[in-house]
């Protein structure tokens, strides 16, 4: 490819590590921080784009490894940096190696989402226009977002540990209080959408038995006198029988239960007892997958992740999918800062029809990696950034004392079932729990 000031002349890989509460989840409690890999990729006529995608040291090698093969591509061509993304690694194509775990671990999707939304972000700098804007137009200013509860235990993770702040208020002391019962959960979902105005609420399952954990989303839907939209999401670790005895008691209460089972067929035979909107982001998870869930009708609602789904203009795909074949269309997410956060917002904003609240896991972060701080979400919403590209730009202090976090803390993937098992030698990640 002949050179031009479009052409990437360097990426600089930056591991960090962000302060992450002990959350829990199926497979175990959330480390004390979280990682993140931000990418920048630089043009020869000096643009800088950027990005994130989730950290793991397996993920960061192999950015390094296949750098020099992306030197000099163009960034507006990013179906040829995917070519050479996919050939440097053909084991890891869409589809495969997607692994059990609540999170995609697939490198091909993690690593070409990283270069096409800093190659968005280059050409929206270059065009002066929105990333939004490339997504095929900006449909909307404001991109609404769902509270997204999680059983937990005491501690704000990051560098407290998990001691508590005693002169935090408001979302802080929440977002550091233990939430394992009834009242604590109902307390967290309270003070989330006060501070947030969120419009939707999500409660993250799988750790609890199911009673007690359909008991918790019932006595939040009274709480909000039975008004608030309300999903749930037990990680698919439970059988399909007692799926199918919930799912019975849930009909009618939530807007969605999101992956109670595993797998396609098990969804789709839950669907068939008991008529209720189903939502995955566990069994349909690429390209790959979608002439199976169509068959069988595994799920209502496909839950995207840029970082899973191979970047922003892959989701904008499926989201046309969804459409053709009468699906639901939101997004997944997973602990992450501001430009994973815009990355989202510019998907949001480009929707021709917005279906549902996007998760996030914003609010768990205390910290960022942008210029300004976190991103508000008001109103249950984020507004779009005005500037070019992504609109948000890094804080070099913050991405060096993330950085630092990263090196200091030893961590270099996401283990929750090494974190719980501090706590609980006993404890196992296992398939199907209840
Ligand atoms: O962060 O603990 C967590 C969640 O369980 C996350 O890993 C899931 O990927 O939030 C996700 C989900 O909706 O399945
Ligand atoms: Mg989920």
Redesign the pocket.
């Known amino acids: 490819m002949t050179k031009t000031s479009h052409s990437i002349k360097d990426i600089i890989v930056t591991p960090i590590a962000v302060g992450d509460p002990p959350?829990?989840?199926?497979?175990g409690v959330?480390a004390p921080f979280a990682l993140r890999i931000i990418l920048e990729v630089i043009t020869e006529g000096g643009v800088t784009g950027i990005s994130e995608i989730p950290g793991n040291k397996e993920t960061e090698e192999a950015i390094l490894r296949i750098k020099p093969e992306l030197i000099g591509l163009d960034v507006f061509q990013p179906n040829h940096i995917l070519r050479t993304v996919a050939s440097t690694f053909p084991d890891q194509s869409d589809g495969e190696n997607r692994g059990g775990?609540?999170?995609d671990q697939r490198i091909v999707v993690h690593i070409f989402s990283a270069l096409e939304v800093a190659c968005l972000d280059i050409m929206g700098k270059e065009l002066n226009c929105r990333v939004s804007d490339l997504l095929g137009g900006t449909m909307r200013e404001q991109v609404p977002f769902a509270a997204?509860l999680?059983y937990k235990f005491k501690g704000a993770g990051g560098q407290f540990g998990y001691e508590l702040d005693s002169n935090a208020t408001g979302w802080d002391k929440a977002r550091q209080a233990e939430a394992t019962s009834t009242s604590g959960i109902i307390d967290q979902a309270v003070a989330m959408c006060e501070a947030f105005g969120y419009k939707s609420i999500?409660l993250?399952g799988?750790f609890f038995p199911p009673d007690k954990e359909v008991e918790d989303t019932l006595a939040i839907h009274k709480a909000f006198d039975g008004t608030m939209p309300l999903r749930y999401?037990p990680?698919a670790v439970w059988s399909l029988e007692t799926g199918i005895k919930w799912a019975k008691v849930f009909k009618g209460k939530l807007e969605y239960l999101?992956?109670p089972v595993r797998g396609q067929k098990n969804m789709a035979l839950l669907k068939k007892e008991v008529n209720i909107p189903l939502a995955t982001?566990?069994c349909t998870t690429s390209f790959k997958d979608l002439p199976g869930s169509l068959q069988v009708h595994s799920e209502d609602i496909i839950?995207s992740d840029h970082h899973f789904w191979g970047g922003l203009r892959s989701t904008m795909e499926l989201y046309k999918i969804c459409k053709t074949f009468g699906r639901g269309f939101s997004m997944?997410?997973?602990?992450h800062l501001g430009i994973s956060m815009a990355g989202m917002v510019h998907i949001g904003a480009a929707l021709p029809v917005f279906d549902h609240e996007f998760?996030t896991?914003y609010p768990w972060q205390n910290e960022d990696v942008i210029v300004g701080g976190k991103l508000k979400v008001e109103e249950g919403c984020v507004t779009l950034p005005t500037g070019p590209g992504l609109g948000v730009e890094i804080d070099r202090i913050q991405l060096q004392k993330l950085h630092q976090n990263y090196l200091d803390c030893g961590l270099t993937r996401r283990d929750?079932e090494a974190e719980m098992q501090k706590l609980d030698p006993n404890w196992k990640i296992v398939d199907t729990r209840y």
């Open positions: 959350l829990l989840n199926c497979v959330h775990a609540p999170w997204y999680f999500k993250k799988g999401d990680n999101e992956d982001n566990m839950l997944h997410s997973n602990s998760d896991h929750d």
